[in-house]
């Protein structure tokens, strides 16, 4: 196994002896390998992580937000009577110090979790069964969290979901066109003016005290659940570098987004993405029985609309990103960033189309 791997394992308690060493290629930010060890009982396996400070030059205050957040959750679990805690939550694993992270020589930050077994993901749904399984996932993780007491979490991406400010960078990038684009997404920057209204609509509410602040997970899509193997439940939520404060309505918007539309995200046939409303149904289902004891009359009230949003969010990010010469979204093909652009925008308009129905269906449960 690779020296430095084994040189880090070694800084973390855990008992027994590491025997195997392997790249683990379930995330796509953080350098992970799956560690083996052997013990008298059997092999254990970990997940080691080194955080990838590119995305969160924070990685300390990364860290600090997970252990707390973790062992809110699992302090929840036990006062309920959860019998397997270690499977319904992540499980940070301390250095030998007593530490949530360990820093390397050369200032790497390093993470160590129970890894879950018996458990898959699925990188996009697939059945009704599965989004109404993801959506009380999310759910219950806002839930387990809504009555998170002591400091407020670190905001280690400020202005993650500032709408607004993301279509100030994309004005930015239309009055720039350094990169000669503009004249072929000409029709996008049209559409994203066109929906320009909705960009402060939460923010707003939020600023007049109707939508409350919350712990969001900031990343909430279904390739962040794991789920059973044997009976196809979901088990928990993973990923949480995203963590902190947020709106509830945001990771909504952003299941929405990814679990209703069976479409990939840079579908290039626009005919094929459309709001699945079956899937949208067994979404809201889920969540709202997890979720809907804490949620206030405004926060349901505008569920669907914080679908759209997120959705016209994520479309402006990536149009600008196209504009700007693809520097933060990795492309296979050229127009890659403008073709998933082109997605989040038809299902903009299709979230627009649904718009009464969608929320005669939340407003049933």
């Known amino acids: 196994m690779p020296a430095e791997v084994a040189d880090i394992a070694s800084r973390f308690a855990v008992t027994g002896k590491l025997i195997a060493a392997d790249p683990f290629t379930g995330g796509h930010i953080n350098d992970s390998h799956l560690l083996t060890y052997r013990r008298a009982g059997g092999?254990?396996?970990?997940?080691?992580?080194r955080i990838n400070d590119a995305v969160f030059p924070?990685?300390?205050?990364?860290m600090d937000n997970i252990q707390r957040v973790t062992a809110h959750i699992a302090d929840r679990l036990k006062a309920q009577g959860v019998a397997d805690i270690h499977r319904r939550v992540l499980t940070l694993v301390l250095t030998r110090e007593g530490g949530a992270y360990h820093r390397d020589a050369v200032g790497g930050h390093w993470r160590l979790y129970h890894f879950i077994e018996g458990?898959?993901?699925?990188?996009?749904?697939?059945?009704?069964?599965?989004?109404?399984?993801?959506?009380?996932?999310?759910?219950a993780f806002q839930c387990l969290l809504a009555d998170f007491a002591g400091p407020r979490l670190h905001e280690t991406i400020p202005d993650f979901h500032n709408t607004p400010l993301r279509c100030e960078a994309l004005d930015r990038a239309v009055q720039t066109d350094s990169y000669n684009r503009v004249s072929a997404a000409r029709a996008e920057i049209d559409t994203a003016?066109?929906?320009?209204?909705?960009?402060?609509?939460?923010?707003?509410l939020h600023g007049a005290g109707e939508i409350p602040e919350r712990i969001a997970h900031n990343d909430a899509k279904i390739s962040n659940v794991l789920f059973d193997?044997?009976?196809g439940a979901a088990l928990c939520v993973t990923d949480l570098d995203t963590v902190m404060p947020g709106l509830a309505l945001n990771d909504f918007g952003d299941m929405v987004r990814s679990m209703t539309c069976a479409a990939a995200e840079d579908e290039t046939d626009l005919s094929k993405v459309e709001v699945q409303m079956p899937?949208?149904?067994?979404?809201?289902?889920?969540?709202?029985?997890?979720?809907?004891?804490?949620?206030?009359?405004a926060e349901r009230e505008h569920l669907v609309l914080a679908g759209k949003l997120i959705t016209l969010?994520?479309?402006?990010?990536f149009l600008t990103d196209f504009l700007t010469g693809d520097t933060y979204y990795k492309t296979q093909r050229p127009k890659h960033n403008l073709d998933r652009c082109r997605t989040q925008f038809r299902l903009v308009e299709s979230i627009d189309r649904h718009e009464a129905l969608m929320n005669r269906f939340v407003g049933s449960l």
């Not at 924070?58 to 990364?62: F, G, R, T, Y």
């Not at 969010?313 to 990010?317: A, C």
């Open 58 to 62: 924070k990685p300390a205050l990364v």
């Open 313 to 317: 969010e994520q479309g402006v990010r």
């Open 119 to 139: 458990t898959r993901v699925y990188e996009a749904v697939e059945t009704p069964r599965q989004a109404e399984f993801a959506g009380r996932a999310f759910g």
């Open 193 to 204: 003016d066109r929906y320009r209204p909705l960009a402060g609509v939460l923010l707003d």
């Open 229 to 231: 193997r044997t009976t």
């Open 279 to 297: 899937l949208f149904e067994a979404l809201a289902r889920g969540y709202l029985e997890a979720a809907g004891e804490f949620l206030t009359p």
């Open 43 to 49: 092999a254990v396996r970990f997940l080691l992580q």
